[in-house]
């Protein structure tokens, strides 16, 4: 067979870890061999090294490689995988066979070059694939089981088992008999697989810092808002030079581990599945596992204080601290009740009553214009999941929504392209008759191709669309309605043109970044 009868294939390879020294070129090898006994030629190489088999998210190399075969322009007919855990170890194995499926459809159909059935669509060859894809991701679920039971009984022994240290501590690596050896920055990780790492006392101005925050709490019953501000206001930085905030406070002042007690499974996150927060029924814990910054005493009257203020109380209970705040200040506010030392955090009645307005209309407080303000962000809110739901409805193959639970703001999957952060505009009034435009950045997607939307002078619907290659600000700031900052974006005429605009957005900033390299 000449080198001109050869059929253009592309091979993807995989491998789990970093300690796979040898896996890809193991894969590359047996691949290259299966390739000049079937008459094919290898002219495109796609790989993830040390990536994870259980989600697509993470794995660049398989995604590229959808990308270009759904798109048509792959320039070459069939795909070469060593076997079926290669192409990846999914817990439902209906997103394996989807993902082929997607390959299969556009004439590049997928080998296996190391199992010992044809990918030929036989019945067999199905029931095979079938099984073999099943026990990729049993083999996975297995694994996972070991590595816990074995993270657990190092957790028993009071050694630290990853992540972040938290403020006030650091990370010590030591022999197994616990001898210092020496202390971990953030970017560095033991590389002896002997060697275990404990928690030590950090800094000791971060250490007199989560003395001070028990102090406030605990001497002085500031609540934890207050906490918060008065350590920004001492120009006190937090991790990673970031200000103090409640949850920030509210987590030093509630892990044990500062008071040398290590803790192991607070959480779960099995098989890159939505994280879980854990009863602390099942948390592992190992008290004297190292030096404490405070003392026991004093972390028992904190929790006692924090609980006292929240879990204990009744929903009468909650509401009548809301009515002491009312009759003393005469008036409630998001910061009067985060200033208030015997009322619970906002957080609190969000959670028990679903909102402060509803608290509020418990107790009986509050006109309909006072609640101008929170209505109009729920409203804002509201409008942009009609925005987004509308986009998907009108893009039902093209577009997703992308939200991972929690916090996390539901963003724009445009199929086979990029993440679009989608950013409401409220307009008010300036002066007279002048309307001003208000965008608040979302940090974390600052540099999403973001789709603004503008609303109409009284904030009931949508006036214009615009396709920005990102957003170039971090604070909140106010725009006219012909804006210069404006012509950064594409005006979307129409919501059916999103794509396409989408698109003509990326292109133009990977081409500026293309000539600013």
Known sequence: MTANQLIPAAQYLRMSTEHQQYSLENQSLAIQKYAESQGFEVVRTYSDTAKSGLVLRRRTGLQQLLQDVV??????????????????????????????FLCKSSSVP????????????????????????????????????????????LACLGFKQGGSPGYGLRRMLVSPDRKFKQQLAASERKSIA???????????????????????LVSEKWTVYAVARELNRRGIAYTCASEWDYQAVY?????????????????????????????????????????????????????????????NKTDEQLLDSL??????????????????????????????????????????????????????????????????????ATFPDGVSILKRGGRWRSRLQIHNGPIVSVLVARSFRAWKETVRWQIDPV??????????????????????????PGIDRQKRYRIRLSDPWMKRGKQLPELSRLC??????????????????
């Open 251 to 311: 987590n030093v002042l509630t892990h044990p581990k500062y008071t040398g007690c290590h803790v192991f499974a607070r959480t779960s996150c099995k098989l890159y599945t939505r994280l879980v927060r854990l009863p602390k029924s099942e948390w592992i814990l190992k008290p004297g596992a190292f030096e404490p910054i405070i003392d026991a005493v004093t972390f028992a009257k904190a929790q006692k204080i924090l609980e006292e203020r929240t879990f």
């Open 110 to 153: 997928v080998h296996y070059c190391a199992e010992t059935f044809a990918n030929d669509g036989s019945l067999s060859s199905l029931i095979m694939k079938a099984l073999k894809r099943t026990m990729a991701g049993e083999y996975s679920r297995e694994l996972g089981t070991k590595v816990l039971a074995g993270q657990k009984r």
């Open 323 to 392: 009515r002491r705040l009312l009759a003393s200040k005469r008036r409630l506010s998001l910061t009067l009740i985060q200033n208030s030392p015997d009322a619970p955090s906002p957080s609190t009645y969000r959670n028990r009553f679903g909102s402060l307005r509803r608290a509020y209309d418990l107790i009986g407080y509050g006109k309909p214009d006072q609640f101008g303000p929170i209505d109009l962000r729920r409203q804002t809110m509201a409008l942009r999941e009609q925005l987004i739901a509308q986009i998907v």
């Open 194 to 216: 002997t060697d275990r790492v404990i928690l030590v006392p950090g800094p000791g101005h971060e250490v007199q810092v989560v003395r001070e925050i028990f102090r406030m």
């Open 71 to 100: 798109g048509g322009a792959s320039g070459y007919h069939a795909i070469l995988v060593y076997d079926v855990s290669r192409w990846g170890r999914f817990q439902d194995t209906d997103e394996s066979a989807h993902y082929e």
């Open 443 to 468: 940090r974390r997607e600052c540099k999403f191709i973001t789709l603004l939307a503008r609303l109409d002078a009284r904030n009931r619907s949508f006036v214009d669309f615009h396709v920005f």
């Open 500 to 517: 396409e605009v989408v698109a003509l957005v990326q292109r133009g900033r990977k081409s500026k970044r293309r000539r600013s390299h």
